[in-house]
Structure formats: structure tokens, C-alpha cells
């Protein structure tokens, strides 16, 4: 009873304490202050912001590093890509195919290899870095179709003594041959050239003797097949040379290998503005290739130019310069005869005359006895080609504040495969 009397006491004491006012619990000691002050965090924002301005410069610094560095590379990629395909395009220069025996029939103002040094531009750009001149190469060929058909169906199975010791006489049935192109595409491509409005045609060669006849207009495709009949060049009137009809060979073997081709085709190299760039609407300088039939009446290219490919753009310079004795000197624009730039396709070939007089082989001393005079002699054939960047940067220039281009020139030097044959 004691024990229990003590303890409902000390409950009421508490009680007691609770409700008095005027009763005071010990205050607790203040909490510790934590976090940072105002001046640290204003030193750690300084910090930062100093540390961010480095890393913006570093960053800024290596994304135009990076972006020039691109533009660098692809210019130098387009730029060889051009000399590639140059290179691959004059080494069908003078390959002559209608015929084995002599060269094809040409204009002496319209010569099948020439250079047109320092040639205006037409409509030339108006930024300061545009080419207003550059060098124009012009060159003549014969060019093959992509593949070789197989003669399979032939009028008349013998050779031209097989007829004479037979007394057969030469009929139409003679000229009309059936060609397998290996492909349904290539037999079309055929009979899309055949009927084209070129003005020289397509010619048909057949292998076994190596004689060139005249497709006639609108050959029967069927399939892989071809069937033509042959008939008169539209160009023999004018240059004695060509088809006159019915082959001259009279028969062809079954299996013999049938080429087609494009004669006296024209080739020419040029800058010219092209519109390919919306933010330049006066166009930027391309080298550009055409091709198309030779003019028989001068000119270049008769009234169809033909086709037009762009080989690369933003091309500054291009020229193209000669040498008939090792590339110890060279003919072309920049040279000077008489005191003068070489303005003009003869006085470089004065100037490679002067090389020949030295150093041409016996007989080979003048490049005046035909228009075909690089056939028999080895000319050295140099093209330059300088392309820019796409864009101008101030990384480009010496003090790092002017925007400029970048540029870069790259050189061709060979002897083309058709250049100087008779050389062995």
C-alpha cells in the first residue's frame, strides 16, 4: 500500500507541474549552423563561371578546328577525285576505232587534240576568289559501249574468198546481222543510241576482221537481242570515210565479237558557274565535262552538244600545259613566244616545235605535217586543278581574323595510252 500511495503522489506532482504556467522547461542548446556563407558561394559561382568561359574556348576551338579540318579534306577528296577522272577520261584522247588503217577524217580549225589557254569565263562570279579564266581542253574519240556483243545470226557463213570462189554475189541480206548485247539493258542502250538524233550515228564492229559498218536507224531489240541492218555513214558524203553500205568484208562468222560505238565523239573540259548552291545564286566555278559529236564543219561540237557533267565544284584553276622533251619545259599559258603570254592552241605548238627541234626523233622534228601529230609522238600532258573550300574561314588566313578560302592544287603529268604509238 506504501508503494503504490508513493507512486499515485509522484503521478500528481507531475500533473501538477504540467499545468503551471509558470513552470519552465530547460532551454536547449542552439543547433549548429551548417551550409555555406554568402562569400563562399559567390567565390565557387566565380569559379565556375571562369571554368566554363575555358571549357566554351576549348570547345568552340576544336568544333572549328574539326569543321575546317573537314572542309580541308573534302576539298582535297573532290580534287583528286577530279584528276582520277580526268586522267581516266584523256587516256581515251586519239583512240581511234572505225578505223585501223589511217586516222579519221578532221578540220584543220577543228583539231581532234587542242587547248584553249586562258579562256574567259562566261558569266564569271562576282566574289573575289571566282576564276574569271582558265584553260579549255578539247580532244577527239571514238568511244566503245560498255560491253562486246556476240554475233549470232549472220546472212551468209564464209569469208570473202569462200564468195569469189563460190561466184555469190554481195545481196541486201548481207547487211542485216542479229547481235546478242548479254543483257537486255545493253541491247536497249543500242537501240536508244541507233535512234538518237546524233548526226554521226552509231557503228557496229565486228571483230573476226575488224570492219566498222553503219547501224541504220531503228534496229529491232528483243530481249538481249539485236537486230540491224546496216547501212550508209551520214558523215561519208562529207569525209570520203565510213560506211557506204553493204560491208566491204561481205561476211562475218557466227561467234564473232561485236562491238558498238559512238564515232567522232568531242570531249571538252571547262570551268564553268553552275547554280548548285541556294546562298550563291550567281552559281560557283565547276569543272565540268562535255561531250558530243564532232563538227564537220567546225566548232567544236556539232548543233548537240550532248551530254554535260559536273566532275567537281568549287574549282579555281584549271590549266593544262604540254612538253615533247621529258616535262623539262613546258607549252602552255603562262609561257611566253615573242615577248607575249601563249594566248592561243598554235603558238604553244610553236613552242612544242621548238622542243622537237632538239630532241624529237628522226622524221618527228614539227608537230605542222598532221593534224594527228600527237599519235606518233610521245607528248607529256600536264593538268593543274586548284579547288577551295566550301566555305570561307578565318582559320584559313595568317592572321586568324579574315575569312578566306582555302585552297588546293593538285598535278596530273602522264603520256596518254594513245600518244606517240608508233614508239616501241
Partial sequence: MARRASYQLQVTRYKLQDENPCHMRPKAKADKAVGFSLVELLVALLLTLFLMAGLATVFKSSVSSFTATGEKVS???????????????INMAGMYLTDMVMPPYTLWDNPPFYIIPNALIESPGTDSSDPKQTDELYFYLDEPLPFEGTLTDSPNQGTAADAVLSGTAIGSSAGSYTVDCQSPEYAKQVGDL?????????????KDFWEAVYVADKPSVKGREVEFSVGTSPTAGMTGMGSQGLPSKVYHRKGAGVLFVKPAQMVRYRVEMAQMDPMKPEGIPCLVRHQGDYSFTGGGFASNVGTRQIITENVTKFKVYLSANGGKDWAGYGNTDQGKDI??????????????????RPGQKSTRGSE????????LVRADVTTRTATKRSEFSADNKTAKYNEMTQTLIFVPRHFGLPMN
Avoid: C, K, M, Y
Avoid at 573532290?78 to 586522267?87: M, V
Fill in 75 to 89: 576539298s582535297a577528296r573532290r580534287n583528286r577525285l577530279s584528276i582520277e577522272l580526268l586522267g581516266e577520261d
Fill in 372 to 379: 594527228h601529230w600527237f599519235r606518233s609522238i610521245p607528248i
Fill in 343 to 360: 594566248n592561243d592552241w598554235n603558238r604553244i605548238r610553236n613552242l612544242i616545235d621548238v622542243q622537237l627541234s632538239t630532241v624529237g
Fill in 194 to 206: 541507233a535512234n538518237s538524233t546524233a548526226s554521226n550515228g552509231l557503228v557496229a564492229i565486228f
